[in-house]
């Protein structure tokens, strides 16, 4: 199992983790990105591929 973590300082809003995650592990919540289903999260590392501003880590737990 992988924790998926936003820096909500960092998040832009875009919204390109939520569109590109095959996963559907984000949702936005007040504008910022909310890994609410992070157990779906299979490491594919899309996200932080694709996030402008550097703001998901994932990490092995
Ligand atoms: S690593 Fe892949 S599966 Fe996990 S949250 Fe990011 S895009 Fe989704
Ligand atoms: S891709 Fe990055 S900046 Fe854009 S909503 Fe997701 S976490 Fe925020």
Known sequence: MYNVAVDDVKCEGCEECVNICPQEVFQMSD????PANLSECVFCESCVGVCPSEAISITEI
Do not use: N
């Open 31 to 34: 504008g910022k990105s909310d």
